[in-house]
């Protein structure tokens, strides 16, 4: 019922940005949460950060101070901004949202690479 597309990754150089986009179709009214995930290879998928429809925020420890996720409400659009990135960042990042009645949606997940 919810469908994620994401898109903005690439090869940075450590210490460089990048920006994730999320766009939500579907039934998004009914989304609680929407979230960043990442998976690097021989790991499992981790929260990097999550935002509430209140607008309240969670974010890994790992990520805090150096990402930020925002929302876009008009574009049905979340956003997270990577600074200061680091090699260990590298992985596949999936948008997430939970969303009533339903099993969570994934998207189809981006891929980021820092490299040394």
């Known amino acids: 019922q919810v469908q994620l597309v994401e898109s903005g990754g690439g090869l940075v150089q450590a210490g460089g940005s990048l920006r994730l986009s999320c766009v939500a179709s579907?039934?998004?009214?009914?989304?609680?949460?929407m979230g960043w995930y990442r998976q690097a290879p021989g790991k499992q998928r981790e929260l990097v950060a999550t935002i509430a429809r209140g607008g309240s925020t969670n974010y890994a420890n790992s990520v805090k101070g150096r990402f930020t996720i925002s929302r876009e409400n008009g574009k049905n659009t979340v956003y997270l901004q990577m600074n200061s990135l680091k090699p260990e960042d590298t992985a596949v990042y999936y948008c997430?949202?939970?969303?009533?009645?339903?099993?969570?949606?994934w998207g189809q997940g981006t891929q980021v690479t820092v490299s040394s």
């Open positions: 579907g039934l998004v009214s009914s989304i609680s949460t």
């Open positions: 997430g949202a939970d969303a009533a009645w339903s099993p969570r949606s």
